[in-house]
């Protein structure tokens, strides 16, 4: 198994910036690539920001290109989220996903976080 341990979040007053990390450990073969996904209060799951592993290319959510940055270290299985200029819109409970994670060659599943809360005060 996997297991995902985020760190990072709180509150914050609009326009300013928080930053998030998020481990993986256990017994991990691979792992395809890790990010962000959040869900605000009333809507749907969304993609925040992935980074993939190797190559390390980034896929961000369209309401967070140009504020949020996304890196990884994936020799320690880590990845971090800075985000910048944040707005009330961004008020979420953020969770962590490795996505294609292999504890073998052959068995690979998605883990996730168990989600921390970033609020974002007007």
């Known amino acids: 198994q996997v297991q995902l341990v985020e760190s990072g979040g709180g509150l914050v007053q609009a326009g300013g910036s928080l930053s998030l990390s998020c481990a993986a450990s256990?017994?991990?073969?691979?792992?395809?690539?890790m990010g962000w996904y959040r869900r605000a209060p009333g809507k749907q799951r969304e993609l925040v920001a992935l980074i993939s592993s190797g190559v390390c290319s980034t896929n961000y959510g369209d309401s967070v290109k140009g504020r949020f940055t996304i890196s990884g270290d994936y020799a320690k299985d880590t990845v971090y989220l800075q985000m910048n200029s944040l707005q009330p819109e961004d008020t979420a409970v953020y969770y962590c996903a490795a996505l294609g994670a292999f504890i073998s060659p052959v068995d690979g599943n998605d883990y996730w976080g168990q989600g921390t809360q970033v609020t974002v005060s007007s």
């Open positions: 256990g017994s991990i073969y691979s792992i395809n690539s």
